[in-house]
C-alpha cells in the first residue's frame, strides 16, 4: 500500500497519485551518518555551502506495521515522534520515489547538530531519511541505492534551495544552481576539492533564528553595484576555497544578504564584523545566528576569546565528507 502521503508526493515531485508500490520486508536495518552543514559562505547566497564535522546519526528499520521514532540529544523534546518526524517524511518520501512503501518503520535518531542556528539541521534530516531510504533498498535487494544526484535533488525539494543539503550529500564545499521549467525545479552541484589548509571554526549562540523570517527580510532588488560586488567575490570564493585561502577574507565579503539580516540578528552581525576587522574571513551560518570563520589555519585563541565575550560558543570542526550509509 502507498506510504507516501500526499505531503510527501508534493515535496518528491516525481511521485504520482497512482503509482504502484512494492512494499519491503520488514527486518531490514541501515544506520547513516550525516554532516551538518553552512550555507552561502557569504556572498554565495544559496549557491555556496560546506560540509561540517558536526554530525547527526540515525538507525531506521523496516517493521510489522507503525511508525515509532526515538530522540535523543538537540531538540529531542521539540520534534514529532510519529510520521510527521522530517526524517521519516524523508525515508518514506525515498522509498515511493523508487516505488516502494514499507508497512512500517523504526526510527533511532542521535541529534548533535544544532537546530535553528544556521547549520543546516533540517537539511541534514532531509538527506539522512533519503540515505537510509537508499540503504533500505540496497538492503533488499529489489533496487538500486538512490544516486547522488536523486538525493540531491529530492533532500533539495524538501529544503527548496540545494545549498545546504548538497553539502550534506557529497561532502567537501559545494556550487549548487537551480533550473526551472514547466513548474519544476531542477536542482544540480558539484563538489570542489577544500584546500587542505583550511581550517574551519563555528560560533553557537544559544539563541535560535527563523529561516522563513530571516529570508522575509530581504529586499526583491539590490543596487547594482552590490550585485556585481557578490558576482565577483562568489568566483573568487571558490579559488580560495580550492587553490588559494589567502584569498578568504576578500571572497567572503556580502553585500546581498548579510546587511539587510544584521539588525534582527545584532549580535551575530557584530561578531561578524569584529572579527573581519581583525582579518579573519567570518560569515553569518546560512540564516544565522552562527558564524562561519575559515582560515588557512586554527583560528588564534584570542578570537575564539571574542567569540565567548559576544555570548557565542566556539567549535573548530572538521570540513566534512558526505553522508555515510552503513
Known amino acids: 500500500m502507498p506510504s507516501a502521503s500526499p505531503e510527501i508526493d508534493r ?3 516525481m511521485v504520482t497519485p497512482d503509482t504502484i508500490y512494492r512494499q519491503l520486508p520488514e527486518g531490514l536495518s541501515v544506520r547513516v551518518r550525516v554532516p551538518a552543514s553552512s550555507a552561502n559562505l557569504g556572498p554565495g547566497f544559496d549557491c555556496l555551502g560546506i560540509a561540517l564535522g558536526i554530525h547527526d546519526e540515525i538507525d531506521v528499520a523496516t517493521t510489522a506495521g507503525g511508525i515509532t521514532v526515538d530522540v535523543t540529544g538537540e531538540a529531542a523534546t521539540d520534534v514529532p515522534l510519529d510520521a510527521n518526524h522530517l526524517v521519516v517524511r524523508a525515508v518514506l518520501g525515498g522509498l515511493a520515489h523508487a516505488g516502494f512503501s514499507v508497512a512500517g518503520l523504526h526510527l533511532s535518531a542521535t541529534n548533535v547538530i544544532p537546530h535553528s542556528r544556521g547549520l543546516g ?3 541534514a534530516a532531509a538527506v539522512s531519511g533519503l540515505a537510509a531510504a537508499s540503504g533500505l533498498l540496497a538492503a533488499s535487494g529489489l533496487a538500486d541505492r538512490l544516486t547522488a544526484d536523486e538525493m540531491v535533488q529530492l533532500s533539495s525539494e524538501f529544503e527548496g534551495h540545494p545549498d545546504n543539503a548538497a553539502a550534506s550529500v557529497l561532502g567537501s564545499a559545494v556550487v549548487t544552481w537551480t533550473e526551472s521549467s514547466d513548474g519544476l525545479n531542477r536542482y544540480h552541484a558539484r563538489r570542489l576539492r577544500v584546500h587542505p589548509d583550511i581550517c574551519a571554526t563555528v560560533f553557537v549562540p544559544e539563541t535560535e533564528s527563523s529561516t522563513a523570517v530571516t529570508r522575509g527580510l530581504l529586499p526583491d532588488a539590490v543596487p547594482r553595484v552590490d550585485a556585481v560586488a557578490n558576482l565577483s567575490r562568489s568566483a573568487l570564493a571558490v579559488v580560495a576555497l580550492t587553490s588559494d585561502p589567502s584569498c578568504l577574507l576578500a571572497a567572503t565579503e556580502d553585500r546581498l544578504h548579510q546587511p539587510y539580516r544584521a539588525e534582527a540578528m545584532r549580535p551575530t552581525a557584530d561578531l ?39 555570548g557565542f560558543t566556539p567549535k573548530s570542526v572538521e570540513i566534512a565528507g558526505g553522508v555515510e550509509i552503513a
Not at 579573519?280 to 540564516?287: I, L, N
Open 11 to 13: 515535496a518528491s515531485q
Open 121 to 123: 539541521s533540517s537539511a
Open 272 to 310: 561578524v564584523a569584529a572579527l573581519r576587522a581583525r582579518g579573519h574571513a567570518a560569515t553569518v551560518s546560512g540564516a544565522g545566528p552562527s558564524v562561519l570563520v575559515l582560515g588557512s589555519g586554527p583560528l588564534p585563541a584570542d578570537a575564539r576569546s571574542l567569540g565567548v565575550e559576544f
